[in-house]
T-cell receptor, first 113, second 113 residues
Framework: NAGVTQTPKFQVLKTGQSMTLQCAQDMNHEYMSWYRQDPGMGLRLIHY???????DQGEVPNGYNVSRSTTEDFPLRLLSAAPSQTSVYFC????????????FGEGSWLTVV | GQNIDQPTEMTATEGAIVQINCTYQ??????LFWYQQHAGEAPTFLSY????GLEEKGRFSSFLSRSKGYSYLLLKELQMKDSASYLCAVRDPIKAAGNKLTFGGGTRVLVKP
């Protein structure tokens, strides 16, 4: 998982609480994204960014906010946590200039009770 | 939209060969990825196909037929460490979408001694 750091790795939240999942990369990749993974459903895209200052919605954006003020950081905010947001979250980056490899962070396990 | 299908689970014996099929129906196509994911870990890149044909990388090979909307991942000389989930993903064809991937649900491969 070269150069993609996610924090925290584990988190338990109460319904209605807010929190931010952090993602940082040191590879100067333009493209960053957030996925959630639920059993039997593969990874689903939440939000993505093609560069600093630019973000867009993916397949399942409701309940999440993102911002991209720098190339390095792409935080994911849960505004008011719900049990349906219990999932594993992966941040991913891609160097769109030189290849097709996507690098994933180690994942963040979130439980909402 | 994108729809990607792959079998849920497969079992094979150590030393044998296993073929994991992936079919896709998409509004466009800009490449297909295969990822390996061990339980509790992030996906790791295995292969990328954008043109028809077979790509070989050691014990792993990936095949693509764009006209049939079909790909497979072939794992040869299976080892116990190959027990993992294998994820098929198709890349969005629209450049502005920033390399979005749509994932299938994953195929869990269990290698038995």
């Amino acid at each position: 998982n070269a150069g993609v750091t996610q924090t925290p790795k584990f988190q338990v939240l109460k319904t209605g609480q807010s929190m931010t999942l952090q993602c940082a990369q040191d590879m100067n990749h333009e493209y960053m994204s957030w996925y959630r993974q639920d059993p039997g459903m593969g990874l689903r895209l939440i939000h993505y960014s093609v560069g600093a200052g630019i973000t867009d919605q993916g397949e399942v954006p409701n309940g999440y906010n993102v911002s991209r003020s720098t190339t390095e950081d792409f935080p994911l905010r849960l505004l008011s946590a719900a049990p349906s947001q219990t999932s594993v979250y992966f941040c991913a980056t891609m160097d769109t200039r030189s290849g097709n490899t996507i690098y994933f962070g180690e994942g963040s396990w979130l439980t909402v009770v | 939209g994108q729809n990607i299908d792959q079998p849920t689970e497969m079992t094979a014996t150590e030393g044998a060969i296993v073929q994991i099929n992936c079919t896709y129906q998409t509004s466009g196509f800009n490449g297909l990825f295969w990822y390996q994911q061990h339980a509790g870990e992030a996906p790791t890149f295995l292969s990328y196909n954008v043109l028809d044909g077979l790509e070989e990388k050691g014990r792993f090979s990936s095949f693509l037929s764009r006209s049939k909307g079909y790909s497979y991942l072939l794992l040869k000389e299976l080892q116990m460490k190959d027990s993992a989930s294998y994820l098929c993903a198709v890349r969005d064809p629209i450049k502005a979408a920033g390399n979005k991937l749509t994932f299938g649900g994953g195929t869990r491969v269990l290698v038995k001694p």
